[in-house]
Antibody, heavy 122, light 111 residues
């Protein structure tokens, strides 16, 4: 059974940092790219970042480029999102998402975690 | 700041049909596969259509989709109260930005 479990969310002050983790199981993690998506309260889905299967290439949305860093540890089946210089508009539920095809970063996302909530507030 | 536009809401009575449009520029829909996601309030999104018109295992055939040029459409026939949810289209952006983009989202209401 494919499972994605996010952790690391919480309350942080503006300008602060958090590192999110997504532990995965049930599929050959090192064969798949991985992505992070967020959803602000009452808003739509926003893709944030993707990382290829080997971790050699990373991609970011304009809204987080330069502040967020995606990485992965294929020995532990974990993908991370390091978030720095957090702002109020980063308040959202953060999901990790698995692509539906091993050869593709973002053709579609067939499995999602339950999400972890990040609140940026003073 | 989504680049894929969807109607904010659609509604119909049980048993009827609704369609949701998704429109965007050439670097998104016309150049790449479109996916559709269903999200119930407070839950994670679920993939209901991929590669423009393919249903994943377990998705009923009441859900169908099509694509033409820079627009895509999701149709739900035989509408059920359990279909009431938010629906998002999504596609890769082939422009220099190399990103995935989601639609603005559509709330489906069963009257």
């Amino acid at each position: 059974e494919v499972q994605l479990l996010e952790s690391g969310g919480g309350l942080v002050r503006p300008g602060g940092s958090l590192r999110l983790a997504c532990n995965v199981s049930g599929f050959p993690f090192s064969d798949y790219a991985m992505n992070w998506v967020r959803q602000a309260p009452g808003k739509g889905l926003e893709w944030l970042s993707g990382i290829t299967d080997t971790g050699e290439a990373t991609f970011y949305a304009d809204s987080v480029r330069g502040r967020f860093t995606i990485s992965r540890d294929n020995s532990k089946n974990i993908v991370y999102l390091q978030m720095n210089s957090l702002r109020g508009e980063d308040t959202a539920k953060y999901f990790c998402a698995k692509p539906g095809f091993s050869a593709s970063l973002g053709r579609n996302f067939d499995y999602w975690g339950q999400g972890t909530l990040v609140t940026v507030s003073s | 700041q989504s680049v894929l536009t969807q109607p904010p809401s659609v509604s119909a009575a049980p048993g009827q049909k609704v369609t949701i449009s998704c429109s965007g520029g050439d670097s998104y829909i016309s150049s790449n596969h479109v996916a559709w996601y269903q999200q119930f309030s407070g839950t994670s999104p679920r993939l209901v259509i991929y590669d423009d018109d393919v249903r994943p295992s377990g998705i009923p055939d009441r859900f169908s989709a099509s694509k033409s040029g820079a627009s895509a459409t999701l149709a739900i026939t035989g509408l059920q109260t359990g279909d009431e949810a938010d629906y998002y289209c999504g596609a890769w952006d082939n422009s220099l930005r190399s990103r995935y983009v989601f639609g603005t989202g559509t709330k489906v209401t069963v009257l």
